[in-house]
């Protein structure tokens, strides 16, 4: 599989410390490197795991939590995933992977916190996504968001478990005023909580030419939608299309901690997009999915699609 992505992090224009993190592993069994990219990239018949994550804490915790998350699920994805023949893979163990690992992960990043008196109280988002199988497998916590981007359309692949996104659900609040809402970065899930977490999966199917983006808050909160979408359809490398959303969000503030991995899919394997052909997101039931229940896929619904 040929995939050709990168990444870029910044600590933006008022943050003393950068509180972000990004992977991107084979679930091969190699030490997960966090904010390091291979030089000579490979994707290993298990899939390639990509991931950002928005550590929250104060002093040097938020730093440790967004790490210590993004290792934790890279080692728990191999062990419970990786590690199997791929013969026997299936997309049902791939969700329970992906289920386990976030929690898994949130598990480390609370005990880490237990440990040490001066990060208690630390968490961090997660977004991971998992490119198997002509697919790519999401696990949502917090605000961090995925988008996918197929010419000419972009779609936002993840929803915000934050208070504003429960309010313009609720009707209180429209798209518009969430986006200067003061309590707009205030999450309502993070890895680190003692409580358990309640992660979002999705399922996308992926076409030649796509762009998966992942990224923090920093990122998203000051660039719009259509700006990413703009400078996607240029057809840069991953790399410049990063550079040019990072100016974007430093000219318009830089208030928060800046993270985007982008990957291109331009693998002849994929399938090539149909002509007006919809970007669909499908969900499994998490609570069947913690169970052995075996009906779990069938009862897979579109939450949403679009050309947006």
Known sequence: MLIDYAAITHQGRVRKNNEDAYLVSSLDGEEPHVNSLSRTPKVCQVGLLAAVADGMGGAAAGEIASREGLAAIAVCLFGHWGRFPATTATEEGLFRALLGAAEEASAAVLRYSETDRTARGMGSTLTASVIWNGHVYLCQVGDSRAYLYRHPHLLQLTRDQTLVNEMITSGFLTQDQARTHPQRSMITQALGCPQPIKAVLGKVALRRGDRLLICSD??????????????LEHG???????????????DHGGRDNITGLLLSLDDPAFPLPLEGEEIRVSTPDVE??????NSVLARFGRIFSGRT
């Open 236 to 250: 840069y490398s991953p790399r410049r299309s990063l550079e040019l959303m990072l100016e974007a969000a430093l």
């Open 218 to 231: 920093g990122l998203h909160g000051e660039v719009t939608d259509d700006e990413i979408k703009s400078m």
């Open 288 to 293: 069947a999915i913690g169970t052995n229940d």
